[in-house]
Nanobody, 116 residues
Framework: QVQLVESGGALVQPGGSLRLSCVAS????????MGWYRQAPGNQRELVAE???????YYGDSVKGRFTLIKDNTKNTVYLQMNSLKPEDTAVYYC??????????WGQGTQVTVSS
């Protein structure tokens, strides 16, 4: 098992930046993939970014070039650096850890609101 605690959500103006954090209860080296998802009201949960243990990072088309997933293995923490934020980025952001096959764990979510 793994517990995930997210933080960093806030209200930010369009064009602004925000960094989300997700602290895992175990080493990132023991986790198959770490990712960020988001869900806006009335929408399905969608993948934002995901990084494999030893591989590269995948980004959703809507965030490519604006968002960056950063892993700090010394702190068991995954960050989502979000730049050039748009109103359509407004959503609850969730951290997910996959331990293999269908064994997924989710954080509690953190609200990001982009509005002037």
């Amino acid at each position: 098992q793994v517990q995930l605690v997210e933080s960093g959500g806030a209200l930010v103006q369009p064009g602004g930046s925000l960094r989300l954090s997700c602290v895992a209860s175990r080493s990132l080296f023991s986790i198959n993939t770490m990712g960020w998802y988001r869900q806006a009201p009335g929408n399905q949960r969608e993948l934002v970014a995901e990084s494999a243990r030893w591989g590269s990072t995948y980004y959703g088309d809507s965030v490519k070039g604006r968002f960056t997933l950063i892993k700090d293995n010394t702190k068991n923490t995954v960050y989502l650096q979000m730049n050039s934020l748009k109103p359509e980025d407004t959503a609850v952001y969730y951290c997910r850890a996959n331990l293999g096959q269908e064994e997924n764990y989710w954080g509690q979510g953190t609200q990001v609101t982009v509005s002037s």
